[in-house]
């Protein structure tokens, strides 16, 4: 009965303090708390008060099966009950109580689903009423709803919940629409029936929502794209093709992801595709009907080259088009210039490359910059050279068009992507973060080289300035390999880098003897830049103490104070020591190292210098560089991703400019943490090296 309320919620909570972990005394207290589920009546609240705690004490203490699903029918019950608070309430405990179940059944190793008399398999049979709540007025009870129905999910009803997910990601407000993409884009990755469903089902999610959707959702699509057969391949691809046409194009996620597709499978637009699924195959569509006579075979017509290009195009004029669309869309006008080459299509090829060039003049940096370098690849594609007659001989073949290396490299970039493993992906994550972990106090001695596994590591892209015939000058150094202090010096001045200009204006163009000078001696005569000479280097020698006034013979006439700071002296940065760093797979490096500033010994200049010793051009070459905690550093990119065979012609040096700054210079000596990547000859080749060999106490 319910004469005492009060009293026997209090007995109720009393008992579930002694039955928890007590196996023995949650036996003696079953028939009890069965007869209260069972006699209460729940037409007052003070009946539903005691009933919702003999729920709570049922699910805490060791009960039995028989209690538990007695124990869920209530609360299904609560959950057709006119007031929200006892529905919410009844929402809120039945997911508290499965989740407690799944996570006592991974401890356990037992699967989610087993027993009949499972919290589980007894919340199935109200599924029906939990679904009902999506369309509930209050928020509240849809939110309680829908992080129910994902705990509901599992292999038997994976389809039409996940239909009535995407029925009500039309209705829900916008802010919950991401959350609710990443939930449905996990049940479809665990508990797919097969790839085809997962393809329509992230489709329509594109469609609905790929406003809100994370990069996350777009990246996992076309990963499950990339990895599928070519058959979906071409099922995804005419699908996402007319998505596209028939969207107003607000869905960003669905054009992001379109519009790779075509990119990258617009070849099998080009195709008829028929799919008709057999009577064993469940081809149940997101609508969660599969009964057989809804099955019904899916057909695409194949597409004329011009009517796919159109496609694109017209989605780019909208005036409502973001930028991260429009870039996407360039680097599909690229690729398929390379997947259409073989249709002959003449009209539709001038046109794709046309578009590419549209934005060669684009305000944004990045348009203009992909719009210049896609344009050169798909002149090297089609033998085409840019090259001026006044650049000499550059990357032309022996009958004036473009080298056969060229057009396969260019064949290369603009190549299907290679299918992504996320596994491969991870590993490589957690690799490139052990890399950049400081290890200053560990390995200081020596060059110890260690072997990275060959992976992917960024792209193929073909250098331009080889397709454009870049007019290099080759460089000749003369330097020593094998003494780390070793000096060396360009045998052309004309040929210097522009990042050191400034400090070859200002400095002797030949090596000369230097000798130990008194400290804070000042030649005013070095400040001639354009008569260095053997006699001047021996006045240094014997130079007096700094003039008042000093005035330089090529530059406005200065007043220099005997405290003043006004010149360096000559061994500060007259010659740069050269230093040898590494060598594999037929790739040498060797730093430049100055001291730019010449009354701060800490910071350096390091100029590495990239010298290939093989018989073709390294592409897609990268160099990453990690430094201990004492030292900060400023690392530009390369000149170039390509380098060329060292001696070649018409081959220019490639060098890369870090700029470091020792705290502790003259405790701790530099060091780097080498780690370089490249192609050469088809191969990736992956390296990893540490280089201490800096002169002592100079850097």
């Given amino acids: 009965g319910g004469s005492d309320p009060f009293l026997q919620v209090q007995i109720l909570t009393l008992l579930r303090l002694l039955g928890v972990g007590d196996k023995k005394a ?45 124990a869920v029918n209530i609360l299904g019950r609560f959950l057709l009950n006119r007031d929200n608070n006892i529905r919410y309430v009844a929402l809120n405990t039945l997911s508290k109580c499965i989740m407690e179940e799944n996570q006592v059944n991974r401890s356990e190793l037992l699967s989610s689903s087993e027993g009949a008399n499972s919290a589980s398999s007894a919340l199935q049979r109200h599924r029906t009423t939990v679904v009902d709540c999506l369309k509930d007025p209050d928020i509240s009870i849809r939110q309680r709803a829908l992080e129910l129905i994902y705990h509901l999910v599992n292999k038997e009803n994976v389809e039409a919940l996940t239909a009535e997910l995407l029925s009500y990601l039309v209705l829900c407000p916008r802010e919950h629409r991401a959350e609710i993409c990443i939930r449905v884009l996990r049940v479809t990755e665990k508990y797919s029936p097969n790839n085809r469903w997962r393809l329509d089902t992230l489709v329509t999610l594109l469609t609905i929502s790929g406003r809100e959707c994370s990069t996350d959702v777009q990246s996992s699509c076309i990963i499950y794209i990339s990895q599928a057969s070519e058959d979906l391949r071409a099922y995804a691809t005419h699908k996402l093709l007319k998505a596209v046409r028939d969207d107003d194009g607000s869905q960003r996620g669905l054009l992001v992801v379109g519009i790779w597709c075509i990119g990258e499978y617009g070849d099998l637009l080009l195709k008829p595709y028929t799919y ?36 694109v195009e017209g989605i780019i004029l909208r005036h409502t088009c973001p930028e991260e669309v429009k ?20 009209a539709t090829l001038d046109k794709l490359q046309k578009l590419v060039k549209k934005d060669s003049n684009s305000q944004r940096l990045e348009l203009q910059l992909r719009s210049c370098e896609y344009d050169a690849l798909i002149n090297a594609l089609r033998g085409v050279s840019t090259k001026k007659e006044s650049d000499g001989v550059g990357v032309l073949g022996s009958s004036g068009g473009v080298s056969d290396v060229i057009v396969a490299a260019a064949k290369e970039a603009l190549s299907r992507m290679p299918v992504v493993d996320p596994s491969v992906m991870q590993r490589k994550r957690s690799t490139n973060q052990q890399f950049l972990r400081d290890d200053d106090e560990g390995d200081v001695g020596g060059t110890p080289d260690e072997s990275a596994a060959a992976a992917p590591a960024g792209g193929d ?21 094998t003494d780390p202090v070793g000096i060396s010096e360009p045998a052309n001045s004309e040929v210097k880098s522009d990042i050191d200009l400034l400090s070859d204006i200002f400095s002797a163009p030949a090596p000369t003897v230097t000798p130990t000078s008194a400290p804070g001696g000042y030649d005013p005569f070095n400040a001639v830049p354009s008569q260095p000479s053997q006699p001047v280097a021996a006045l240094n020698s014997f130079a007096p103490a700094p003039m008042p006034v000093a005035v330089a013979p090529n530059n406005p006439p200065i007043t220099t104070g005997v405290f003043s700071a006004a010149a360096p ?24 190292c100055t001291k730019p500033e010449v009354w701060n010994k800490q ?21 990453q560089c990690a430094v201990p905690k004492y030292v900060t550093m ?45 192609t050469s000859g088809g191969t990736k080749v992956d390296h990893m090296a540490t280089f201490s060999g800096f002169p002592a106490g100079e850097f």
């Fill in 634 to 678: 400023e690392m530009k990119p390369p000149t170039s991703t390509t380098i060329p065979v060292t001696g070649g012609n018409g081959a220019t040096d490639v060098t890369q400019t870090i700029s470091v700054t020792n705290t502790l210079l003259g405790t701790k000596n530099l060091m780097l943490k080498l780690k370089i990547g490249f």
């Fill in 26 to 70: 949650s036996e003696e207290m079953n028939d009890v708390l069965a007869q209260v589920a069972t006699n209460t009546e729940s037409a007052k609240n003070s009946g539903n008060a005691i009933l919702y705690e003999c729920v709570l004490t049922i699910m805490a203490v060791e009960s039995e099966d028989g209690l538990r699903l007695l």
């Fill in 603 to 623: 910071r350096s200049t390091l100029v590495a210098k990239f010298k290939n010793m093989t018989q073709a051009p390294l592409y897609g070459f990268s160099l």
């Fill in 276 to 311: 008709t699924p057999s009577s064993s195959t469940s081809m149940a569509d997101v609508s969660g009907s599969s009964s057989p006579d809804d099955v019904m075979s899916v057909s695409f017509m194949a597409l004329e080259p011009a009517a796919v290009v159109s496609t």
């Fill in 327 to 346: 870039e996407r869309a360039l680097t599909c006008y690229a690729k398929l210039c390379e997947r259409m080459s073989a249709t002959g299509d003449v």
């Fill in 461 to 481: 892209l073909l250098d331009l300035a080889d397709i454009f015939g870049s007019n290099g000058v080759t460089e000749t150094h003369t330097s020593s390999k």
């Fill in 569 to 592: 002296t000559p061994s500060g940065e007259a010659e740069p020591v050269v230093v040898h760093a590494v060598t594999h797979a037929g790739l040498s490096i060797e730093f430049e």
